[in-house]
């Protein structure tokens, strides 16, 4: 068989090119400081690779929803405990208000402070973590309680149907009425105790003495015959020259379409796989013990209309049904704070997974640097040598062109 210069001088470079592309690849391994940069690299370990970065994807959002539930718990939690101290002031009023030696004029000043611990409780209760509201059950995106008003300051409240109304016409004094909303005519209930005021053609008229009011169940008692009056939308004393009613009122949240929303509900995080857990306190569920049926706001609401009719009984009524509250709120916080722990229980151990299995990804797709070195050192020995052997061999002649 003739061995042509033609067929030398191929074979040379195919062999040459071999062992470049081999010293290519090894310098890229060293480079990169991976060992499996494409399938045909190895293609068992790829796969098993690849199974570990997908699972190492999962522990990364269980740990992404883990941190995020410790997140919002702990805002709960920070609210929980801010409560628990408004209603431990308050508890303190309530037995500073039902000592005997307080007079009207007191308790109404202790109102005033108390009013406005009420209006904080509120406040909490409306607390948020990334824009959601924690305390509304699974209808996050609205408020679970609202602060609402009766607005007599222009003629467009009137033209609005801003107003509350209430009708006592004809009545005698003592009569009882409900106060309606002026906008959809539904009954107003939870009135905030010392925002009610009441002004007839300018002239205010003075609680328990003209009137009285069940701030719990919306109800105005006339106790003064000028005000046997007919106040409802329409009617000529539903006017800013006329009636004039301010006060503010709790109701629960209202969705776009004005109807009231429930704010029970769970919100869920998964933490494992197949394995969720509940990371919300409904505010029914806070704010109301299940046993008495006491609740934060008709608590607070009672309360406080005790200091202002100086009803020094129902003041000390007040200071167990806080305490009912008060207790049902720390239940929820050790239900809160044992989700908390489980929650942090899990992030370590998740945490110990991804190390595990970042370790294992290593052994397989890592390169061994000084095993790499020596491969690459060996390669480029060969390379070397396989040039100078190929320019040794193939040496041009006149015979070359002949």
């Known amino acids: 068989m003739r061995i042509t210069t033609k067929a030398l001088n191929r074979s040379m470079l195919h062999v040459i090119h071999n062992r470049f592309d081999d010293m290519a690849r090894i310098q890229e391994r060293l480079s990169t400081g991976k060992r499996l940069?494409?399938?045909?690299?190895?293609?068992?370990?790829?796969?098993?690779?690849?199974?570990?970065?997908?699972?190492?994807?999962?522990?990364?959002?269980?740990?992404?929803?883990?941190?995020?539930?410790?997140?919002?718990?702990?805002?709960?939690?920070?609210?929980?405990?801010?409560?628990?101290?408004?209603?431990?002031k308050s508890r303190e009023l309530a037995i500073q208000g039902s000592s005997d030696t307080l007079n009207e004029s007191e308790r109404i000043f202790i109102n005033k402070e108390t009013e406005q611990l009420f209006r904080q409780m509120l406040s909490l209760l409306s607390t948020q973590y990334k824009g959601d509201y924690i305390f509304s059950g699974a209808q996050t995106k609205m408020p679970p309680f609202l602060i609402e008003d009766s607005s007599a300051d222009s003629v467009d409240d009137?033209?609005?149907?801003?107003?509350?109304?209430?009708?006592?016409?004809?009545?005698?004094?003592?009569?009882?009425?409900?106060?309606f909303n002026g906008f959809d005519n539904t009954a107003i209930t939870n009135i905030i105790p010392g925002s009610?005021?009441?002004?007839?053609?300018?002239?205010?008229?003075?609680?328990?003495?003209?009137?009285?009011?069940?701030?719990?169940?919306?109800?105005?008692t006339i106790l003064?015959?000028?005000?046997?009056?007919?106040?409802?939308?329409?009617?000529?004393?539903?006017?800013?020259?006329?009636?004039?009613?301010?006060?503010?009122?709790?109701?629960?949240?209202?969705?776009?379409?004005?109807?009231?929303?429930?704010?029970?509900?769970?919100?869920?995080?998964?933490?494992?796989?197949?394995?969720?857990?509940?990371?919300?306190?409904?505010?029914?569920?806070l704010i109301t013990d299940s046993v008495s049926g006491n609740d934060l706001i008709g608590t607070m609401i009672r309360f406080g209309q005790n200091l202002l009719q100086n009803n020094r009984s129902g003041i000390q009524s007040a200071i167990e049904q806080i305490d009912t509250v008060f207790n049902n709120i720390l239940s929820s916080q050790s239900k809160n704070g044992a989700r908390i722990n489980r929650f942090e229980t899990t992030l370590d151990r998740n945490e110990g997974q991804y190390i595990d299995i970042e370790s294992l990804r290593s052994e397989l797709e890592d390169a061994e640097y000084a095993e790499t070195i020596t491969q690459f050192m060996l390669t480029q020995n060969i390379?070397?040598?396989?040039?100078?052997?190929?320019?040794?061999?193939?040496?041009?002649s006149l015979v070359n062109f002949l």
């Open 383 to 396: 390379y070397t040598a396989a040039l100078q052997s190929a320019a040794k061999i193939i040496q041009p």
């Open 158 to 179: 009137y033209n609005n149907l801003k107003m509350a109304y209430f009708n006592t016409d004809g009545m005698p004094t003592g009569s009882t009425a409900q106060i």
């Open 37 to 88: 940069l494409r399938p045909s690299d190895h293609p068992v370990d790829v796969a098993n690779a690849l199974k570990l970065t997908s699972k190492q994807k999962e522990l990364l959002q269980f740990k992404n929803n883990i941190n995020d539930g410790l997140g919002f718990m702990a805002v709960t939690d920070s609210a929980m405990e801010s409560m628990n101290t408004l209603l431990q």
């Open 196 to 220: 009610f005021k009441l002004f007839v053609a300018g002239t205010e008229y003075v609680e328990n003495r003209d009137y009285s009011i069940d701030y719990e169940a919306g109800t105005i």
């Open 224 to 285: 003064n015959t000028d005000l046997a009056l007919d106040v409802t939308p329409g009617s000529v004393n539903y006017d800013i020259n006329q009636v004039q009613m301010e006060f503010d009122y709790v109701t629960k949240g209202k969705n776009i379409y004005g109807e009231v929303a429930s704010n029970r509900g769970e919100v869920y995080r998964e933490i494992e796989f197949g394995i969720s857990m509940q990371i919300n306190i409904s505010g029914d569920e």
